[in-house]
């Protein structure tokens, strides 16, 4: 029975939030051209926080926040580079790029000419 109180409040939650949402949206477009810009732009902002308020109270809501806030943490125990480091690899991966644009070449040109000479012997029988 819990559960079914949750799930049907839940729901009501999830309609109030995208009507609040849509109503945001509607008063955005609507004031187009009697408003100022930023005052429209405040105004869905605030309705966009007001629905994300309310649909943080449902069950999928608090595990999408509890999401974003453990990603959050993982992203924090990211180390970027140093600008040296960036520097080095990126040469490392151009020197390396241009070896092999050479063996390729290198290739190319062998089998290419073993393709002509093998042409060129079937030719002559």
Same mark, same amino acid.
């Given at each position: ?43 869905? &902002?605030? %309705? #966009?926080? /007001?629905?994300? =308020? +309310? ?8 595990? *999408? ?27 490392? &991966?151009? %020197? #390396?790029? /241009?070896?092999? =644009? +050479? ?8 089998? *290419? ?13």
């Amino acid at each position: 029975m819990a559960a079914e109180k949750s799930s049907s409040s839940d729901m009501v939650m999830w309609i109030l939030a995208a009507l609040v949402l849509g109503g945001g949206l509607y008063g955005f477009v609507y004031f187009e051209g009697q408003a100022m810009t930023l005052i429209r732009v405040v105004g869905l &902002v605030a %309705a #966009v926080g /007001v629905a994300l =308020a +309310i649909a943080s109270r449902t069950t999928k809501g608090r595990e *999408g926040f509890s999401y974003v806030r453990e990603v959050d943490v993982e992203r924090r125990k990211v180390v970027w580079p140093t600008r040296q480091e960036t520097v080095q690899t990126t040469l490392i &991966v151009f %020197a #390396v790029t /241009v070896v092999v =644009a +050479i063996i390729l070449f290198i290739m190319d040109t062998a089998f *290419g000419g073993l393709v002509r000479w093998l042409i060129g012997m079937g030719g002559d029988l």
